[in-house]
């Protein structure tokens, strides 16, 4: 293929990330605001109360039963800051807050809204993966969640060239290969660029860039967890999209987490199980 193609679409695709309107304001407020463990509701709501639709938001999924376990009905944030606790809510707010870029954008997939599908997929399962080995829940479910954010991006490119992409793949090269050879980028450098521009934390830039290549830092077990999450949104029949099946696993990365087949089984039925709960949530209207 053309080098000089590929530098055009590599520039191209570079620049697109200029394009991306950047996250909600309100949400990246509320997420900021979360980080602090001594936050009330009156700050909360004191920076909601302009926005009555992101208040409505956050109650409507802090009452699924994914998050309100037979907690009782949440009415008002200093409710859900009690049941529910800081780091859920800032798990909500940043599934809000990425709604409007995952839910409009396809990726690679053909149908609409499943990136977003696949990215709580991941998140639900990333959580329960860190449950299992006692690491931070929220953090491995919050990075799992944009870990693939890169793929709006190409996403737009990509459905202008299907048959080229569809010689590439029929050689036996990956997608991360295709990515490489057809835009002079992937889509892990792409999340990875993005999130530093949106001033991501490290470990949400990290795992972003590096999910599909988690054996270059073995002992990061964020990374282990956010990527083993990211294969079992495939196996667990989740995912349709088009790259799904040109991935090369890491089969050594339920032994670096210590996981058992037993482990896997269980976090594979909860996952799809607590995926659903979530998936009717927002695949609802209001």
């Known amino acids: 293929m053309s080098k000089i193609k590929r530098a055009i679409r590599r520039k191209r695709a ?30 909360l709501e004191a920076e909601l109360k302009y926005d009555p639709l992101a208040t409505a938001a956050i109650l409507k999924i802090a009452n699924s039963p994914y998050y309100c376990r037979a907690s009782g009905q949440i009415k008002t944030l200093q409710m859900a800051l009690t049941l529910i606790g800081n780091m859920q809510l800032k798990d909500i707010s940043l599934m809000k807050m990425s709604e409007s870029h995952l839910k409009k954008e396809r990726g690679y997939s053909e149908r609409e809204n499943e990136l977003h599908e696949e990215s709580i997929a991941s998140a639900v399962f990333a959580k329960l993966i860190a449950q299992k080995i006692s690491e931070d829940q929220n953090l491995a479910f919050e990075c799992a969640l944009l870990h693939d954010i890169g793929k709006i991006v ?8 299907e048959s080229e992409i569809e010689k590439i793949l029929a050689s036996g090269k990956t997608f991360d290969e295709l990515e490489s050879e057809y835009f002079g980028i992937t889509h892990q450098e792409v999340g990875e660029m993005l999130l530093k521009k949106w001033n991501f934390p490290e470990e949400f830039v990290k795992t ?79």
Do not use: C, W
């Open 154 to 161: 190409l996403g737009r490119i990509l459905s202008e060239a």
């Open 208 to 286: 972003a860039g590096l999910h599909h290549t988690p054996y270059l830092e073995p002992e990061n077990r964020l990374l282990q967890i956010v990527s083993l999450a990211d294969i079992l949104v495939m196996l667990s029949g989740l995912s349709t999209a088009t790259d799904g099946l040109y991935y090369d696993a890491d089969d050594k990365i339920t032994e670096r987490l210590g996981l058992s087949e037993d482990d896997m089984m269980q976090i594979m039925e909860q996952g799809i199980a607590d995926f659903l709960e979530l998936k009717n949530v927002f695949g609802s209207k209001g």
């Open 14 to 43: 570079i620049k697109e990330i200029d394009n991306i309107k950047p996250m909600s304001k309100t949400y990246m407020t509320i997420v900021t605001l979360l980080d602090n463990p001594l936050i009330s509701a009156e700050e």
